[in-house]
C-alpha cells in the first residue's frame, strides 16, 4: 500500500480523489496548505504528491521548488484544473513527473495514473540503486588493487633493505648498514604517507576557520612538497646528493604575498597546496629549464589561487582521468592520490578547482575557496 498526498485548494475534489485512490488500495492524506503538506512530506515521507496549482496559501509550484530540497523528494505530479503551458514547462523543471488537466474522466483515470507514476518511479530508483552498487564495487575493486600494488611495492623494498643488512658478518661496512636501514625506514614512511592521505580524503573537516596568511602557507607547503618528493627520489633509488641536485633547479616563484591575511581552515589550506605542489615537481624534475608559480587573487569574497608549472603536461585522455582517486600514468610508490585529495579539500570547503595542461606546454591548476 502506497502513501499519497493530495494538495488541493478544493476539499470537495481532494475528498473526491481520495476516495478514488483509496478504493484503489492505497492511503491518503490530503492538505490544502503548502506549509502543511511540506511538514506531512517531512514526517511521513509520502510515495507520491499530487498538488494543484492554485492553492489559498502559495501555489503548487512553490510546493514543487520546496519539495525538491528534501533528501529524499518524493515524486510529484502537477494536477489542475487550468492548463497553462509557462507553468506545465516549470513544473517539470522543478522536478515534477507529469502535469495533467483535470478532465471529466480524471477521477475515473486517477488510479491507474497514480499506479503508472509509482511504476515508473520504482523502477527508476531501483536503476540508481544497482548503478550505486556497481560503482561502489568498482571503487572497492579498484581500490584493494591500488593498495595491494602500492604496499606490495612499498614492504618489498623495506625487505629488501633489511636483507642487505647482515649483522653476522663483522666486515660489512657500518656506514653500509646504516644506508640499507634508512631505505627501509624510509619504505615504510611511504607506508605511513599514503595511509595518511587516504584518511584525508575521507576525513571530516580538520579544525575551525582561522586568520591566516596565504603566503606563509603556501612557503611551508612548498618546503613540505620538496622534503617528501626528496625522500620519493630516494626511495626509488636516487642518491640523496643528486636528488637535492635535481630540485635545487627548479624555480619557484611564490606570487601569494600581497594578499591580506584571510580567514580559511589553515590544515585543509597546507594540505591542497601542498598536493598541488608535489605534482607539479613531479611533472618538472625532467624539464631544461624547471619553473613553478604559485599565484593569487581575491575575486568577490573568493580566494583564487592557481599552480603552474612548464613541466610535461598531459593529453585528452589523461586529463580526463587526472582527478580520479587513484589514477596514475606513472605507476609509482605513493602517486594517483595527489589531485583527487586536493580536488576532495577544495569540494569540502564548498570551492571549486579546474585543471588545464597540454603535452609539452606544462599545466595549471586553479582553486577557488569561499571566504
Given at each position: 500500500?502506497?502513501?499519497?498526498?493530495?494538495?488541493?485548494?478544493?476539499?470537495?475534489?481532494?475528498?473526491?480523489?481520495?476516495?478514488?485512490?483509496?478504493?484503489?488500495?492505497?492511503?491518503?492524506?490530503?492538505?490544502?496548505?503548502v506549509?502543511?503538506?511540506?511538514?506531512?512530506?517531512?514526517?511521513?515521507?509520502?510515495?507520491?504528491?499530487?498538488?494543484?496549482?492554485?492553492?489559498?496559501?502559495?501555489?503548487?509550484?512553490?510546493?514543487?521548488?520546496?519539495?525538491?530540497?528534501?533528501?529524499?523528494?518524493?515524486?510529484?505530479?502537477?494536477?489542475?484544473?487550468?492548463?497553462?503551458?509557462?507553468?506545465?514547462?516549470?513544473?517539470?523543471?522543478?522536478?515534477?513527473?507529469?502535469?495533467?488537466?483535470?478532465?471529466?474522466?480524471?477521477?475515473?483515470?486517477?488510479?491507474?495514473?497514480?499506479?503508472?507514476?509509482?511504476?515508473?518511479?520504482?523502477?527508476?530508483q531501483?536503476?540508481?540503486?544497482?548503478?550505486?552498487?556497481?560503482?561502489?564495487?568498482?571503487?572497492?575493486?579498484e581500490?584493494?588493487?591500488?593498495?595491494?600494488?602500492?604496499?606490495?611495492?612499498?614492504?618489498?623494498?623495506?625487505?629488501?633493505?633489511?636483507?642487505?643488512?647482515?649483522?653476522?658478518?663483522?666486515?660489512?661496512?657500518?656506514?653500509?648498514?646504516?644506508?640499507?636501514?634508512?631505505?627501509?625506514?624510509?619504505?615504510?614512511?611511504?607506508?605511513?604517507?599514503?595511509?595518511?592521505?587516504?584518511?584525508?580524503?575521507?576525513?571530516?573537516?580538520?579544525?575551525?576557520?582561522?586568520?591566516?596568511i596565504?603566503?606563509?602557507?603556501?612557503?611551508?607547503?612548498?618546503?613540505?612538497?620538496?622534503?617528501?618528493?626528496?625522500?620519493?627520489?630516494?626511495?626509488?633509488?636516487?642518491?640523496?646528493?643528486?636528488?637535492?641536485?635535481l630540485?635545487?633547479?627548479v624555480?619557484?616563484?611564490?606570487?601569494?604575498r600581497?594578499?591580506?591575511?584571510?580567514?580559511?581552515?589553515?590544515?585543509?589550506?597546507?594540505?591542497?597546496?601542498?598536493?598541488?605542489?608535489?605534482?607539479?615537481?613531479?611533472?618538472v624534475?625532467?624539464s631544461?629549464?624547471?619553473?613553478?608559480?604559485?599565484?593569487?587573487?581575491?575575486?568577490?569574497?573568493?580566494l583564487?589561487?592557481t599552480?603552474?608549472?612548464?613541466?610535461?603536461?598531459?593529453?585528452?585522455?589523461?586529463?580526463?582521468?587526472?582527478?580520479?582517486?587513484f589514477?596514475?600514468?606513472?605507476?609509482?610508490?605513493?602517486?594517483?592520490?595527489?589531485?583527487?585529495?586536493?580536488?576532495?579539500?577544495?569540494?569540502?570547503?564548498?570551492?571549486?578547482?579546474?585543471?588545464?595542461?597540454?603535452?609539452?606546454?606544462?599545466?595549471?591548476?586553479?582553486?577557488?575557496?569561499?571566504?
Amino acid at each position: 500500500m502506497s502513501l499519497i498526498l493530495i494538495l488541493e485548494d478544493s476539499r470537495a475534489m481532494a475528498e473526491a480523489a481520495r476516495e478514488a485512490l483509496t478504493g484503489a488500495g492505497h492511503e491518503v492524506v490530503v492538505c490544502l496548505g503548502v506549509a502543511e503538506a511540506l511538514s506531512l512530506c517531512q514526517e511521513r515521507r509520502p510515495d507520491l504528491a499530487l498538488t494543484e496549482l492554485y492553492l489559498p496559501e502559495g501555489s503548487g509550484l512553490d510546493f514543487l521548488e520546496k519539495l525538491g530540497r528534501l533528501d529524499p523528494a518524493p515524486p510529484a505530479v502537477m494536477v489542475t484544473g487550468c492548463g497553462r503551458e509557462e507553468a506545465a514547462a516549470r513544473a517539470l523543471r522543478l522536478g515534477a513527473r507529469d502535469y495533467l488537466v483535470k478532465t471529466e474522466a480524471y477521477l475515473e483515470e486517477l488510479p491507474g495514473l497514480v499506479r503508472r507514476i509509482l511504476d515508473e518511479w520504482a523502477a527508476r530508483q531501483a536503476g540508481l540503486e544497482a548503478e550505486r552498487l556497481r560503482r561502489r564495487l568498482e571503487a572497492q575493486n579498484e581500490l584493494a588493487g591500488w593498495l595491494a600494488h602500492n604496499f606490495k611495492n612499498i614492504l618489498a623494498a623495506s625487505i629488501g633493505y633489511l636483507n642487505l643488512v647482515n649483522l653476522r658478518d663483522p666486515g660489512q661496512d657500518r656506514e653500509r648498514q646504516e644506508e640499507y636501514l634508512e631505505g627501509s625506514r624510509r619504505s615504510q614512511e611511504s607506508a605511513v604517507e599514503l595511509l595518511e592521505r587516504l584518511i584525508r580524503l575521507t576525513e571530516a573537516e580538520d579544525g575551525e576557520p582561522e586568520r591566516i596568511i596565504v603566503a606563509e602557507v603556501v612557503s611551508e607547503a612548498w618546503e613540505s612538497a620538496q622534503a617528501r618528493t626528496l625522500a620519493d627520489l630516494a626511495a626509488r633509488g636516487q642518491e640523496p646528493a643528486a636528488a637535492r641536485a635535481l630540485l635545487g633547479r627548479v624555480a619557484f616563484l611564490n606570487s601569494t604575498r600581497r594578499l591580506e591575511p584571510l580567514t580559511l581552515v589553515r590544515a585543509d589550506l597546507f594540505s591542497i597546496m601542498e598536493a598541488l605542489l608535489r605534482n607539479a615537481l613531479e611533472s618538472v624534475l625532467a624539464s631544461p629549464d624547471p619553473r613553478i608559480l604559485v599565484a593569487g587573487e581575491m575575486n568577490d569574497r573568493r580566494l583564487d589561487l592557481t599552480v603552474r608549472d612548464n613541466g610535461r603536461g598531459m593529453d585528452e585522455n589523461v586529463l580526463r582521468h587526472a582527478l580520479e582517486p587513484f589514477f596514475s600514468t606513472k605507476g609509482e610508490v605513493g602517486v594517483g592520490l595527489g589531485l583527487s585529495l586536493a580536488h576532495s579539500l577544495v569540494h569540502r570547503q564548498g570551492g571549486e578547482l579546474s585543471l588545464t595542461s597540454a603535452p609539452g606546454a606544462g599545466a595549471a591548476v586553479k582553486i577557488s575557496l569561499p571566504l
